[in-house]
RNA sequence: UGGGGGAUAGUCUAACGGUAGGACAGCUGACUCUGGAUCAGUAGGUCGGGGUUCGAAUCCCUGUCCCCCAGCCA
């Protein structure tokens, strides 16, 4: 064991380490992921909840489940339910320790009027595009509103009056009492309430007055005894008014630690832009395949395993960063190439008949269900006159490096036997290729030749008469470009029309007949492939979950195709 | 150019004054009943300019570039 295997992973986890040494917080570590719930959670949420709830579990703490509801115009209870959903499928238990900021709304109004008495906060009855206009600009101080000198029984008194639901909305808001003329922007007399007649989703109209994120956020931490409380890199201007206010009230003051959130390649993170796709209706829904939300990785087929291996492997810093979508892929190939089990599936079926084989004749043959993992055993998969293969396993003239069927060439089927093309049948209009003619070879039963001769290319196939029929979805990526965000007009114009192609007249090998939505498979030679919610018993869905590596896609690439 | 952050291979990320390392992507090759997987190899980097030092990604000076902030959003 070197040095190196016990330094902390991450600058952040170097903190922690650093204070439990010290002792700074008794020991304890507690720490947060604090969603607000207007929207599902994505993949940037992901490296955020691995990092809080994995530093809690590294150090013997723990991590709470807090909802930041204090916008009551934005917030739905179905995102409550199904950001729970997504923390705990990404294998993450909260335990006892879930929290909503709308539990402290008393608690928070009692501080406010502490701060209140002591000359910290006041009302101010300023309209909106007044306490813009009085709070300067970058390079400008901020004017002194006219009623910031209002006296402590006055404020108190209005402040009593906005809750008591005396005021229309906008016409008030309590303000902290800080410096117009600080450079920082938050310290300008920050908004802490405003009076919104909006139906909160869990206080009901219990409230007209709600607290602003600046104001509730530090204080729900504190509440909570949180030792850390980590968040993204825009919020480091507001870390001063963080610590203002936890001072200012003399309680728990939790440190505030900024890291730089996760982007990643030909998607979009920003939830304003999810919500503008999904009510749109660009994509079917949050959990639309494509989307970078955890439900829609779900429905994928990503693997909870996956996600956390990929933010164990991206780091934590504070530079601004993208991760390729490569990088994502990669960690799920790896995981689902270990636990996948195999099946042999036709995309785009063509048919195929074996002249010497018997019509009528069916045999059953052995096929690995994961190489990886012998554990995992075989099965049955029925082979006979009639197959299809995918059509991209055929060339009547085939270039260079071309591996699969030909015209003269002999090839394995997986598992089954080695067939020579002997002759094609084509569609007199079109010239379309539409049925292979081969012999196959009863001594290669299994897939081997007992003279030892090889072949170099072995495809899947299906048995014509057992396969079953199935829709397949194919994705690519959401956005055609790697970094939407970068273009200045409309993202919308930038999503990716390939994005999504359906093969609706697919055949699966017949022990996929009793697969189950969600349950993942490799397709072998194509990719991994996940039941998808609509599948139903008499038609199966799958979704492309990730392509396998295609050396062969690549070398076409390369030489610019055919 | 008010404040706050940040610059290390194509993309991420480490190195805490002492050989710039790892991952993904790329390229070569080996192996293979998945052109999968695996294995081996290879190429590629400290934002610029000064300085301190035996020695600088790291410390100092200076310049440049990038991100965030003017919601009664979070």
């Not at 009855?125 to 509103?145: F, N």
């Not at 790896?334 to 008949?353: E, G, W, Y």
């Not at 075989?378 to 991209?392: K, M, N, Q, S, V």
């Not at 012999?439 to 003279?451: I, L, V, Y």
Request: aromatic letters at 10%; hydrophobic letters at 40%; one cysteine or more.
């Amino acid at each position: 064991m070197t040095a190196t295997d016990t330094r902390p992973a991450d600058f952040i986890r170097a903190i922690v380490a650093e204070d439990q040494a010290t002792g700074k917080w008794g020991g304890q570590v507690v720490t947060r992921f604090p969603p607000e719930p207007n929207g599902f959670l994505h993949i940037g949420h992901a490296k955020s909840i691995c990092l809080n709830f994995g530093i809690a579990a590294e150090l013997g703490g723990r991590c709470h489940l807090r909802f930041d509801d204090t916008n009551p115009s934005k917030e739905e209870h179905a995102y409550v339910e199904a950001i729970r959903r997504d923390v705990a499928w990404l294998g993450f238990d909260w335990g006892a320790h879930e929290y909503f900021a709308s539990d402290y709304f008393e608690q928070l109004y009692a501080w406010a009027v502490t701060l209140i008495q002591a000359g910290k906060a006041y009302v101010c009855d300023l309209a909106p595009d007044e306490i813009r206009a009085h709070r300067g600009t970058l390079t400008e101080p901020g004017r002194d509103s006219p009623y910031r000198a209002r006296g402590v029984d006055e404020n108190l008194d209005l402040f009593a009056r906005m809750r008591a639901g005396a005021f229309a909305d906008g016409t008030r808001v309590l303000r902290a009492r800080i410096d117009m003329a600080s450079p920082n922007l938050n310290l300008r007399d920050p908004v802490l309430y405003r009076i919104l007649r909006a139906t909160h989703h869990r206080t009901g109209d219990a409230w007209c007055v709600y607290p602003l994120y600046d104001y509730a956020h530090p204080l729900s931490d504190s509440i909570e005894g949180i030792t850390h409380s980590i968040c993204t890199l825009e919020f480091e201007d507001h870390r001063p008014l963080y610590d203002w206010l936890l001072d200012a009230l003399g309680i728990h003051h939790p440190q505030q630690i900024e890291f730089a959130r996760l982007n990643l390649s030909h998607t979009v993170m920003s939830k304003r832009k999810l919500l503008k796709l999904v009510a749109e209706g660009h994509v079917r829904g949050w959990d639309d395949p494509r989307m970078p939300t955890l439900a829609g990785m779900r429905r994928r087929g990503y693997t909870p395993a996956a996600i956390r291996d990929f933010c164990d492997a991206i780091g934590v810093a504070k530079r601004d960063n993208t991760i390729e979508m490569a990088r994502l892929e990669h960690a799920v190939r790896t995981d689902l190439n270990a636990v996948a089990p195999r099946a042999l599936a036709v995309l785009r079926p063509l048919r195929v008949v074996i002249e010497n084989y018997p019509a009528g004749q069916v045999e059953w043959l052995d096929g690995a269900n994961n190489p990886e993992d012998p554990a995992a055993g075989t099965r049955r998969i029925p082979f006979g006159r009639e197959l299809y293969i995918e059509r991209d396993d055929f060339m009547l003239d085939p270039p260079p490096k071309y591996f699969r069927l030909a015209p003269g060439r002999e090839v394995r089927l997986r598992f089954g036997y080695f067939v020579t093309c002997v002759g094609v049948e084509t569609d007199p209009a079109t010239g379309e290729v539409t049925t292979v003619r081969c012999t196959f070879d009863p001594a290669t039963r299994g897939g081997s030749a007992p003279d030892g001769r090889k072949v170099k290319g072995t495809l899947h196939w299906v048995s014509a008469a057992h396969a079953v029929p199935a829709e397949v979805r194919l994705y690519g990526h959401l956005f055609a470009v790697a970094d939407p965000e970068a273009d200045a007009g409309d993202f919308l114009d930038l999503l990716d029309p390939h994005g999504l192609e359906i093969l609706a007249d697919c055949r699966v090998e017949p022990s996929l007949a009793a697969a189950r939505p969600g349950d993942r498979f490799q397709f072998e030679r194509l990719g991994y492939f996940c039941v998808d919610a609509d599948s139903a018993a008499d038609r199966l869905v799958f979704d492309q979950t990730v392509g396998l590596r295609d050396s062969w896609a690549k070398t076409q690439a390369g030489s610019g195709g055919v």
